[in-house]
């Protein structure tokens, strides 16, 4: 859960297995409810940049999905 915190307020930074460093813009983060529908956005209103949206499980062991 440390993860969500991190990139709802700052962004996160990390280095891959390569050596490759990359960086996580901050993103808006949903608690994720499996009967609730998330749109898919390509871009937003006001900025001409892909919306992205991270969901967060409801708890620390629940499963998720990696797409």
Known sequence: ???FA???RQGVQGTAK???KFD???CP???F???EMYPREDYTLKEK???RICLKPL???QGGYDA
């Open 1 to 3: 859960m440390l993860f």
């Open 6 to 8: 991190r990139i709802a």
């Open 18 to 20: 390569s050596g490759e």
């Open 24 to 26: 996580w813009e901050q």
């Open 29 to 31: 983060v949903k608690t």
């Open 33 to 35: 409810d499996t009967k």
């Open 49 to 51: 940049q892909k919306a």
């Open 59 to 61: 708890a620390w062991n």
